[in-house]
């Protein structure tokens, strides 16, 4: 079955950095556009970042633009976000996720991983 594996969450002071990596099993992952959402307690997931099939293409959340970067390894079936420059309101679970449309909205998105905690401490 489909499996998407998020890691590299983790508690980081504001200002800080981390990568998030999702490895995906079980899928052609070529074929498919990878997300990452976050989502806090009590509120609604939200769109992060999208990265196209081959990798070329990709978008972010405008909150994001220029603090965080998504990128994919089709020969490792992984993704990944590099987040710099963490603030506090960026703590949530953040979740990887596969598409086979080219969307930002949660409902597009046909499989999903567990997710992975990030904390950012003031």
């Known amino acids: 079955q489909v499996q998407l594996i998020e890691s590299g969450g983790g508690l980081v002071q504001a200002g800080g950095s981390l990568r998030l990596s999702c490895a995906a099993s079980?899928?052609?992952?070529?074929?498919?556009?990878m997300g990452w959402f976050r989502q806090v307690s009590g509120k609604e997931r939200e769109f992060v970042a999208r990265?196209?099939?081959?990798?070329?293409?990709?978008s972010h959340e405008d909150s994001v633009k220029g603090r965080f970067t998504i990128s994919r390894d089709n020969a490792k079936n992984t993704v990944y976000l590099q987040m710099n420059s963490l603030k506090p309101e960026e703590t949530a679970v953040y979740y990887c996720?596969?598409?086979?449309?080219?969307?930002?909205?949660?409902?597009?998105?046909?499989?999903w991983g567990q997710g992975t905690q990030v904390t950012v401490s003031s």
């Open positions: 996720a596969a598409t086979r449309e080219w969307s930002v909205l949660a409902g597009a998105f046909d499989h």
């Open positions: 079980g899928l052609s992952f070529s074929t498919y556009t």
């Open positions: 990265v196209s099939r081959s990798g070329v293409n990709f």
